[in-house]
Nanobody, 124 residues
Framework: QVQLVESGGGLVQPGGSLRLSCAAS????????IGWFRQAPGKEREGVSC????????YYVDSVKGRFTISRDNAKNTVYLQMNSLKPEDTAVYYC?????????????????WGQGTQVTVSS
């Protein structure tokens, strides 16, 4: 069964850090572009970051540039999102998604596989 499972979310104080993981099973991520999306209450789903299957291209939405880093470890079949200097406005459910393509895409509709999401709450 093809699955993506996010983990690493939780409650963190402003300025803190979290590392989200997206582990794939049932398929190999090597040939997939991966995206991280988030959805806050009352807001539309937003593309946060994505990485190409070739590791040479990445994207970050302006609001997280300099704070978030996307990476992948194909040996572990896992993609990560390191989140530093977290702000309350980062609070959302974070989803990872995968699509068998080389180039990155920020369009949610382009992605074939989705995880169940992990909650990130930034609050004092």
């Amino acid at each position: 069964q093809v699955q993506l499972v996010e983990s690493g979310g939780g409650l963190v104080q402003p300025g803190g850090s979290l590392r989200l993981s997206c582990a794939a099973s049932g398929f190999t991520l090597d040939y997939y572009a991966i995206g991280w999306f988030r959805q806050a209450p009352g807001k539309e789903r937003e593309g946060v970051s994505c990485i190409s299957s070739t590791h040479d291209t990445s994207y970050y939405v302006d609001s997280v540039k300099g704070r978030f880093t996307i990476s992948r470890d194909n040996a572990k079949n896992t993609v990560y999102l390191q989140m530093n200097s977290l702000k309350p406005e980062d609070t959302a459910v974070y989803y990872c998604a995968a699509v068998p393509r080389v180039l990155i895409t920020t369009r949610a509709d382009d992605y074939d596989y989705w995880g169940q999401g992990t909650q990130v709450t930034v609050s004092s």
